[in-house]
């Protein structure tokens, strides 16, 4: 395989205040070197196949330490992602034209320790896209946050919020495969038709509509698990809509991602006469547990039990404009940078 000679990479310009603007926040540069990359030993230049775009990222962009490091001004973006290896160092146990993934960053190549990369195997039937999808950081956050966390027992009522996105909409389908009540709240209509028809949900709500609140308290009623994408004024709604021993995931809160000052929840001491449980967590504190989650997503896929949709912009330069669509609802599933031809 014959490489180019310069590489395109995305540096972290300016650290965001309130809502991402993209030229600010990032600055494109082209023309780097791809000679400067040279593998040393026991390490891999990997061509980066796609990068995965997550709201966390956000939190990244902080001066704050969170659950990582913050990005560094000047450092190129951080990002996880899937690509293959194209050239090895002297005593790498890597092998080029194997597909590995890591920590690349926003960048056309990216020069890897071996042990920051793990090999990808794609199952038959299945496709690369799937390891960011359902055998991915999102299929997990969504299996362990439903099973581990909500524990939904048979015929309780679960109710989703973010339904669309690509955490939402993996565990909307695991609540509706288990035989619960799946209520599903996202921001349009187009949205709700998905959630509804091709999902299976019970009902899904447009949590932009006047009547919205008045719409969920009319069909659901009271509920079960909540579990909960995007915290603000629906995690405080549900607060006062808790069955006995009720369970709310907090698996984030992307409403409050970009503001500067959120105003924190009111509502919790409704949790002590529920006797209700609200729960975060991190998804890779399951990383031992993956192997038998992804075993299990893939016979589901396999029998069409389960379905991933992916919303994938193209070219490493994509990123950043691509990026605030997580804030906007312009994507629905998993949002994915394709970077390159393969
Ligand atoms: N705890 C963990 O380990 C873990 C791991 C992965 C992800 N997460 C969290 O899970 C959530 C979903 O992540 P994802 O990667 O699956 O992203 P995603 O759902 O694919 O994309 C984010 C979605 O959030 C919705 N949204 C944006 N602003 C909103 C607002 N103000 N109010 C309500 N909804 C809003 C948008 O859809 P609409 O059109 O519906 O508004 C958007 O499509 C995020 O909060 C993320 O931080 C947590």
């Given at each position: 395989?014959?490489?180019?000679?310069?590489?395109?990479?995305?540096?972290?310009?300016?650290?965001?205040?309130?809502?991402?603007?993209?030229?600010?926040?990032?600055?494109?540069?082209?023309?780097?070197?791809?000679?400067?990359?040279?593998?040393?030993?026991?390490?891999?230049?990997?061509?980066?196949?796609?990068?995965?775009?997550?709201?966390?990222?956000?939190?990244?962009?902080?001066?704050?330490?969170?659950?990582?490091?913050?990005?560094?001004?000047?450092?190129?973006?951080?990002?996880?992602?899937?690509?293959?290896?194209?050239?090895?160092?002297?005593?790498?146990?890597?092998?080029?034209?194997?597909?590995?993934?890591?920590?690349?960053?926003?960048?056309?190549?990216?020069?890897?320790?071996?042990?920051?990369?793990?090999?990808?195997?794609?199952?038959?039937?299945?496709?690369?896209?799937?390891?960011?999808?359902?055998?991915?950081?999102?299929?997990m956050t969504a299996y362990f946050g439903l099973f581990d966390i909500g524990k939904p027992?048979?015929?309780d009522?679960l109710?989703v919020?973010?339904?669309?996105?690509?955490t939402g909409?993996f565990v909307c389908q695991l609540g509706?495969?288990k035989?619960l009540?799946v209520?599903?709240?996202?921001?349009?209509?187009?949205?709700?038709?998905?959630?509804?028809?091709?999902?299976?949900?019970?009902?899904?709500?447009?949590?932009?509509?006047?009547?919205?609140?008045?719409?969920?308290?009319?069909?659901?009623?009271?509920?079960?698990v909540?579990f909960?994408?995007?915290?603000?004024?629906?995690?405080?709604?549900?607060?006062?809509?808790?069955?006995?021993?009720?369970r709310?995931v907090?698996c984030?809160?992307?409403?409050?991602?970009?503001?500067?000052?959120?105003?924190?929840?009111?509502?919790?001491?409704?949790?002590?006469?529920?006797?209700?449980?609200?729960?975060?967590f991190?998804?890779?504190?399951?990383?031992?547990?993956?192997?038998?989650?992804?075993?299990?997503?893939?016979?589901?896929?396999?029998?069409?039990?389960?379905?991933?949709?992916?919303?994938?912009?193209?070219?490493?330069?994509?990123?950043?404009?691509?990026?605030?669509?997580?804030?906007?609802?312009?994507?629905?599933?998993?949002?994915?940078?394709?970077?390159?031809?393969?």
């Open positions: 395989m014959s490489l180019p000679t310069t590489y395109t990479r995305i540096i972290f310009a300016e650290r965001p205040v309130g809502d991402i603007v993209p030229h600010k926040a990032f600055r494109i540069e082209p023309e780097h070197k791809l000679a400067d990359l040279e593998p040393g030993e026991k390490q891999v230049l990997v061509a980066v196949d796609y990068l995965s775009l997550d709201p966390a990222m956000r939190s990244w962009l902080r001066e704050k330490k969170t659950y990582r490091e913050p990005i560094q001004i000047g450092a190129t973006m951080d990002a996880g992602g899937l690509g293959t290896v194209v050239k090895t160092g002297k005593d790498s146990k890597w092998k080029v034209g194997q597909t590995v993934k890591g920590s690349f960053g926003w960048t056309e190549y990216a020069q890897m320790n071996d042990e920051a990369v793990a090999l990808v195997e794609v199952p038959q039937g299945g496709e690369l896209l799937d390891f960011l999808g359902p055998f991915g950081p999102t299929g027992k048979p015929g009522t109710v919020s973010g339904a669309a996105g690509a909409s509706v495969l035989g009540k209520y599903a709240i996202a921001g349009s209509d187009e949205k709700v038709q998905w959630l509804e028809k091709e999902l299976g949900v019970t009902k899904a709500f447009n949590y932009k509509n006047k009547d919205f609140y008045d719409q969920l308290k009319e069909h659901m009623g009271t509920f079960d909540y909960d994408n995007v915290g603000g004024e629906i995690l405080e709604f549900m607060l006062t809509r808790m069955n006995l021993y009720a709310i907090i984030g809160g992307i409403s409050d991602y970009n503001n500067p000052n959120p105003a924190g929840i009111k509502g919790h001491l409704n949790l002590i006469s529920s006797r209700g449980l609200m729960q975060g991190l998804v890779f504190d399951y990383a031992s547990k993956f192997g038998p989650a992804i075993a299990e997503m893939q016979q589901w896929l396999s029998e069409g039990k389960l379905k991933s949709k992916f919303h994938v912009v193209h070219g490493v330069k994509s990123a950043p404009e691509a990026l605030p669509l997580l804030f906007s609802g312009g994507n629905t599933g998993k949002l994915v940078v394709k970077v390159s031809n393969i």
